[in-house]
C-alpha cells in the first residue's frame, strides 16, 4: 500500500505526520470520504470541491489547486490499482507549535489513502436498519457548522457511540430547535404521502453528496422532492425511511425509536433508489487509468 503525503508516495510503515500537527492536536484540518467503483472515482469532482469549502471555512488555504488534488487523488488509487475501494482524502493544519494558534503551522498537509472497501452487510440493504435517536445533538450553525467537513468529528463518534450502546449502526442526530439534522455520518430521508422529504441543509446537515444525487434520482422518475423541517414524529409515522452516504450507498430504515417504519420492511420508494443509485455508481466517474 503506497500513501500519498505531500506530493510523495509513502510505504504504509513510513507514511506518518509529525505529533506536532495542528490535525492531531487539535482536529484542525479537514476531509472527505470517496468511493471508487469498477476503475472509476464516483463524483471526484464533488468532493475535491467540497473539501476546497470546508478548507475555506476554516481560513485554511489549500497548497494545490482542485485539478491537482483530483490527479492526486487518481494517482494515489492508480498506484495502488484500486477498482473497487475507498479513499480517505485529508487536509491537516500542518506542523506548528503547541499553542493552538494556526499561525504557526508553516504548511498545510495533504494526504490521500485509497484502500480496499470494507462494504456494509448485504442483511442491512435486504432487512434495513434500526435506528435510534442520539441524546447528543448537532452542533450549532454558529459553533462549527455541520456543513464542514472537519477532522474534529467527536459531535458524530459521540452520537455514533450512543447509537450502539443502543445495538444500532446509526443514530438519528435533532438539531438544537428539536427537529432532525441527519444521522452520524449519513442524510436521512422519509416518503410521506407520496413526497420524498429530507431535511434542509440548515437543520444543520452536511451537504452530502450521496443526498444531492438521490435527489436528482427522485426528480428524474417523477417523484416530488422537498426539503423540509422533520421532527421525529415525522419520521415515526413515515411511509419509509433511508439513510444517504458514500459509505452506505443507499440504506433502508425500518425501525427508529422502537417505531416500526411503515410495514416494518424497506419500502417500494427506497428499494428503487438503491437500485437507481448501485447503477449510477458503477456507470459514471472519473477513470483511475487514463486511456490514451
Ligand atoms: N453526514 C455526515 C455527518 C457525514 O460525515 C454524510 C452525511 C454523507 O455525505 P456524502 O457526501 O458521503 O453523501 C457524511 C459522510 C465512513 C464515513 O467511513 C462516512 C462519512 C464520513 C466519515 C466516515 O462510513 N460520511
Known amino acids: 500500500m503506497k500513501i500519498y503525503i505531500d506530493g510523495e508516495f509513502l510505504d504504509r510503515e513510513n507514511a506518518k505526520v509529525s505529533v506536532f500537527d495542528h490535525g492531531l492536536l487539535y482536529?484542525?484540518?479537514v476531509f472527505e470520504g470517496i468511493?471508487?467503483?469498477n476503475g472509476r472515482i464516483f463524483k471526484l469532482r464533488e468532493h475535491v470541491e467540497r473539501l476546497f469549502k470546508s478548507a475555506?471555512?476554516?481560513l485554511l488555504n489549500l497548497p494545490m489547486s482542485i485539478d491537482e488534488i483530483c490527479e492526486a487523488v487518481r494517482s494515489t488509487c492508480e498506484m495502488n490499482q484500486i477498482e473497487d475501494g475507498y479513499v480517505r482524502l485529508l487536509v491537516t493544519r500542518g506542523e506548528g507549535s503547541l499553542g493552538l494558534?494556526?499561525?504557526?503551522?508553516?504548511?498545510?498537509?495533504?494526504?490521500v489513502i485509497a484502500s480496499g472497501i470494507q462494504l456494509y452487510p448485504k442483511e442491512y440493504y435486504d432487512r434495513g436498519l434500526t435506528i435510534v435517536t442520539a441524546p447528543t445533538m448537532r452542533n450549532l450553525q454558529n459553533a462549527i457548522n455541520p456543513a464542514i467537513k472537519s477532522l474534529n468529528y467527536l459531535n458524530n463518534i459521540l452520537a455514533k457511540i450512543e447509537a450502539n450502546n443502543a445495538g444500532c449502526e446509526e443514530a438519528i442526530m435533532l438539531n438544537s430547535e428539536g427537529f432532525v439534522a441527519e444521522c452520524t455520518g449519513d442524510n436521512l430521508f422519509i416518503m410521506s404521502e407520496g413526497?420524498?422529504?429530507t431535511p434542509p441543509l440548515a437543520a444543520g446537515a452536511l451537504y452530502g453528496i450521496t443526498r444531492n444525487v438521490v435527489m436528482d434520482l427522485a426528480?428524474?422518475?417523477g417523484l416530488e422532492v422537498m426539503e423540509k423541517n422533520l421532527s421525529r414524529y415525522d419520521v415515526f409515522v413515515a411511509d419509509e425511511c433511508f439513510l444517504t452516504g458514500t459509505g452506505a450507498e443507499v440504506v433502508p430504515v425500518v425501525k427508529v425509536d422502537q417505531r416500526e417504519i411503515g410495514n416494518g420492511e424497506p419500502g417500494t420508494v427506497t428499494r428503487k433508489l438503491v437500485a437507481a443509485y448501485h447503477d449510477l455508481t458503477r456507470s459514471s466517474g472519473e477513470p483511475i487509468v487514463k486511456s490514451g
Do not use: F, M, N, Q
Open 27 to 29: 482536529g484542525d484540518g
Open 35 to 37: 468511493r471508487a467503483y
Open 56 to 58: 475555506k471555512a476554516i
Open 101 to 111: 494558534d494556526p499561525h504557526t503551522c508553516k504548511r498545510p498537509s495533504v494526504i
Open 195 to 197: 413526497k420524498l422529504l
Open 219 to 221: 426528480r428524474e422518475s
